[in-house]
């Protein structure tokens, strides 16, 4: 690198400036290996990869999907291993993954993760309003969380809750349960999750909901999680050791509680009438952390239960089912983990 000025010194040649800087290119790829993952995936489902990725200059490592999302990745066991949860959620009709390690060079490595598809059906619901719902939990929630509720009609309101308020809350929600820990991980020791003793399910996850007023439809809805409902203000139990993210109101959700769990993992609980912690709070197994309400857009008392994964909503079902655990998650895990020792 040379810099002359003006100068007429030097016979007017000018006073000159160099400098040798050396360059190195490089045009290696990341070494990636899939070494393990989750024979298959459910629509609405999750699953677990383990992969190796090294490279001198590595700067990034994650699981990229054909609906544009990235599930991050974080140390595994060893150094040079990588583990991530990865989610199918149910709006989108095909899934697909690939692991992508990135150095500071620009150069990339691909790796196809092979899962076993499976396309579950989920339940359809026409639920038709009536003039007491929609001048009572409707009316209380546009008056709580509308700019202008008198400027809004009947069903004007009806499509606020259901639909704008609806997506504020989730957006929340998905904001705070998207961070994942990036601190090395030799496994994931989760039990099923059990959150209300004698609990009875009345509404399934991922029911697509339409809603009619005098035979018309005037807005829809996903229900993204389990209610289950057993006597009024039951003990909700955190089945799993975790760190609280949310515990305050949040619009549908009435008074919500959502839990970190590590891993990219996040429990929610949803319309409870109290909370027995509070955001930052540290949670063992078996600790009650709130009770069941009706609060929020719940009209008798229940909890509902969702599971998240990177923000992404999955089917509670599968993590309350101890041998699914094991097939797709531990067992993976350890199975890796064998590998990389006899390496």
């Known amino acids: 690198i040379e810099a002359v000025d003006t100068s007429k010194w030097g016979f007017f040649t000018g006073n000159k400036a160099s400098k040798k800087v050396e360059v190195v290119l490089d045009t290696s790829k990341p070494d990636l290996y899939v070494l393990s ?7 609405g489902g999750s699953a677990v990869v383990v992969f190796r990725a090294t490279d001198n200059q590595l700067k990034e490592v994650y699981v990229q999907t054909n609906f544009g ?40 490595s691909k790796s196809h993760v092979r899962y076993f598809y499976e396309n579950v059906k989920y339940k359809t619901s026409t639920i038709a309003l009536n003039d007491r719902f929609l001048d009572g939990k409707i009316v209380d929630l546009t008056d709580q969380y509308a700019k202008d509720p008198n400027a809004l009609s009947r069903l004007d309101k009806m499509k606020f809750v259901n639909e704008t308020l ?3 809350n989730e957006e929340k929600i998905t904001a705070l349960t998207s961070n994942v820990d990036t601190d090395i991980t030799n496994g994931f020791n989760i039990i099923p999750f059990y959150p ?8 399934d996850f991922a029911d697509h909901r339409f809603y009619t007023y005098n035979n018309e439809q ?8 389990i209610d289950f409902a057993s006597v009024a203000s039951a003990p909700i139990i955190a089945s799993n050791a975790g760190r609280v993210v949310l515990a305050s109101e949040n ?18 609980y949803g319309h409870c009438s109290s909370a027995k912690v509070k955001e930052g709070d540290m949670v063992a197994a078996g600790d009650q952390i709130g009770t069941t309400g009706t609060s929020g857009l719940a009209l008798g008392d229940h909890l509902h239960f969702g599971i998240l994964v990177q923000g992404e909503e999955v089917r509670p079902q599968q993590w309350m089912d101890k041998k699914w655990i094991k097939d797709n998650v531990t067992s ?11 390496n």
């Open 37 to 43: 993952q989750s024979y298959s995936i459910s629509k």
């Open 69 to 108: 999302k990235k599930f991050k990745a974080v140390p595994f066991y060893k150094e040079g291993f990588y583990a991530a949860l990865v989610a199918w959620p149910v709006q989108v009709e095909n899934f697909s993954a690939e692991v992508i390690a990135r150095d500071f060079a620009g150069n990339e």
């Open 166 to 168: 609806r997506n504020s």
């Open 196 to 203: 209300l003793r004698n609990g009875k399910k009345v509404a």
């Open 218 to 225: 005037v807005s829809e809805s996903w229900h993204m999680g």
């Open 251 to 268: 619009g549908i959700y009435g008074l919500n509680i959502v839990i970190d769990h590590g891993f990219g993992l996040y429990s929610l």
């Open 332 to 342: 993976v895990l350890d199975a890796a983990k064998a590998m990389i020792d006899k």
